[in-house]
């Protein structure tokens, strides 16, 4: 089956620069996507790693490693509104559903 | 444009009712997923529809099912409600669906079964 574990909760304070890690058990899928979800709202998309290496949106980076089945989202200059939980995730080839990681609530500390 | 939208935002029904949650996609959008999300088990494929037609389903009895209308919107049914039903169900849109594409998420219905 298809699995993809995150660490439950990490912190970190305000400025500095958070790694989140997703291990992944699949064959054959499109690509890794990030989401992020503040409490009691919906699930935004962060980034989409379609090949292996990192991509960069503003102060996100997403980097995936097909080899390693692993990938990260590295979240710099971190602010208070960044506490939320974020989500990896991925398609299997040839399905159009998403499996979603266990989840990663990050906390952002003054 | 107007984002996905799902209602009712909550509910509350008692064991052994049905309930039928309705999402309308982003207009252009063919493509509906459905998750369930619980605390303890993060968010789960229910199933997925595009024109009118499920391509995959999770792995949920048959208590759950959905269907989509051919202008996109799609409704799920919960029939015979149990307490393990209580959950936060999301629905995403899409173009096209699929892994390599961007899905957009409603706010969700919370469902409460007591």
């Known amino acids: 089956g298809q699995s993809l574990e995150q660490p439950s909760e990490v912190t970190a304070v305000e400025g500095a620069i958070v790694q989140i890690n997703c291990t992944y058990q699949t064959s054959g899928f499109y690509g890794l996507s990030w989401y992020q979800q503040h409490d009691g709202g919906a699930p935004t998309f962060l980034s989409y790693?379609?090949?292996?290496g990192l991509e960069e949106t503003g102060r996100f980076s997403s980097f995936l490693s097909r080899s390693d089945s692993y990938g990260y989202l590295l979240l710099q200059e971190l602010q208070m509104k960044d506490s939320a939980s974020y989500f990896c995730?991925?398609?299997?080839?040839?399905?159009?559903?998403?499996?979603f990681g266990t989840g990663t609530r990050l906390k952002v500390l003054a | 444009k107007a984002g996905v939208t799902q209602t009712p935002r909550y509910l509350i029904k008692t064991r052994g009712q049905q309930v039928t949650l309705s999402c309308s996609p982003i207009s252009g959008h063919r493509s509906v997923s459905w998750y369930q999300q619980t605390p303890g088990q993060g968010l789960q494929f229910l199933f997925e529809y595009f024109s009118e037609t499920q391509r995959n389903k999770g792995n949920f009895p048959g208590r759950f099912s959905g269907r989509q209308f051919s202008n996109s919107r799609s409704e799920m049914n919960v029939s015979t409600l149990e307490l393990g039903d209580s959950a936060l169900y999301l629905c995403?849109?899409?173009?096209?669906?699929?892994?390599?594409?961007?899905?957009?998420f409603g706010q969700g219905t919370r469902l409460t079964v007591v």
């Open positions: 995730a991925l398609s299997t080839s040839g399905t159009y559903k998403y499996i």
């Open positions: 790693n379609a090949l292996d």
């Open positions: 995403a849109s899409s173009p096209l669906g699929g892994g390599n594409t961007e899905a957009f």
